[in-house]
């Protein structure tokens, strides 16, 4: 099958991305499904700093790619052995798939694959395939999903199905930004109701986040940011209080609204200053959780005797510790019912053509979430 698609030959390119349009809209080869594959039309794909962390370079990935990891579409055809999907289904992706047989899956952490991450790290999917040619030349998949494209053949493990009464724009989301957002919540946290909570960094996972500690009941939900628009949309979305980060005096302002620092923290701007203020706004006995995907080569210093002295608790969250088989379903009637308004994240949709433009809007914070509709 011929189809377009947004393909990156290499990172590092200058902004604006308008400009020198790192993202190549060519045609390319999809080839049909193996052995427990499935070929999804696309009809949106949301733009995320995991993509945006590829194209500037800060993560590095074998190149060529078609980029695009959160996404939802139709199923079209299906593989051999494939037999609880069918075509006409609509499904949502996940972009770790899950193997269920090694340590980490059996043990109810699929998010920590560990095929899943090796195949992710090589640019194949789930079974070491890749599926996208340019001419004769093998093409890599991005997190085994590679979704700015009018098709995607994936591991049937990379797919979950989906209500289709929700919408594609919509569905999207739920693919990376809630669960990641939400998950971190409610699966590594698992912040109690009557908790105080701070989230800082709020792109469209920490905005998940902080409806996430709404839902959870939380009773303060402290905001922090640099932009003010996007503290404006956190007070819509259930925030109790806001601090701009930018302000010197940040962390006095988090830890006095929260009466000595907030029992959870969470990051999620994947950056090492917002960690630092993450954890030092968190309370003694407190945790403090990121989520968010700062270099490789950034590390963090912090004073080591707090941990003990203090209890504290710092934890990592990928995926938000999900079980997207489980927790997708469970977000998306959250959703539906009103009590998870994910629609409220969108603020742009776009053409695949228009995709570098959407990049640099990410890059400089002006937007929270873009889909690119199909």
């Not at 390119?13 to 070929?39: C, F, H, M, N, W």
């Not at 609204?257 to 917002?274: D, K, N, R, Y």
């Not at 990049?359 to 002006?366: N, Q, V």
Request: a neutral charge.
């Amino acid at each position: 099958m011929r189809i377009k698609a947004a393909m990156l030959r290499a990172s590092g390119a200058a902004a604006p991305y308008a400009q020198s349009r790192p993202l190549e809209i060519t045609e390319i080869d999809l080839r049909a499904p193996g052995y427990g594959e499935v070929t999804v039309r696309i009809k949106a794909a949301g733009l995320c700093h995991s993509d945006l962390s590829v194209i500037n370079g800060d993560r590095q990935r074998p190149l060529p790619m078609v980029l695009g990891h959160e996404a939802a579409g139709v199923v079209e055809a299906l593989g051999e052995g494939v037999r609880d999907l069918a075509v006409g289904d609509h499904v949502v992706m996940v972009f770790v798939p899950s193997c269920g047989c090694c340590l980490p899956c059996a043990g109810g952490r699929p998010a920590l694959c560990e095929p899943g991450a090796a195949a992710n790290g090589a640019g194949t999917l789930l079974r070491g395939d890749r599926r996208l040619y340019l001419g004769a030349h093998a093409v890599n998949h991005h997190l085994g999903v590679s979704a700015f494209a009018e098709c995607a053949t994936v591991s049937r493990e990379s797919c979950v199905k989906v209500d289709p009464s929700l919408s594609f724009e919509h569905a999207a989301l739920f693919g990376c930004a809630v669960l990641t957002g939400m998950g971190a919540v409610v699966n590594t946290a698992r912040v109690p109701p009557g908790a105080s909570v701070a989230v800082v960094g709020l792109g469209g996972v920490g905005l998940c986040s902080v409806m996430g500690a709404q839902v959870s009941g939380a009773r303060q939900i402290v905001a922090v940011d640099l932009s003010d628009d996007k503290l404006r949309t956190a007070r819509e979305l259930g925030a109790t209080h806001c601090v701009n980060a930018s302000d010197p005096d940040a962390v006095e302002q988090i830890r006095a609204l929260t009466q000595g620092g907030a029992e959870f923290v969470f990051e999620l701007a994947g950056s090492i200053p917002a960690l630092e203020l993450a954890y030092k706004a968190t309370a003694r006995g407190g945790m403090t959780v990121t989520g968010g995907l700062p270099p490789p080569d950034r590390h963090l210093s912090l004073q080591a005797v707090n941990l003990v002295a203090e209890e504290r608790t710092l934890k990592g969250s990928y995926i938000g510790t999900c079980v997207p088989k489980r927790d997708i379903p469970n977000f998306v009637s959250l959703f539906q019912s009103g009590r998870l308004p994910v629609d409220k994240l969108l603020t742009h949709r776009l053409a695949l053509d228009e995709i570098n433009t959407g990049f640099d809007r990410l890059r400089d914070g002006s937007a929270i979430r873009q889909v690119v509709l199909f």
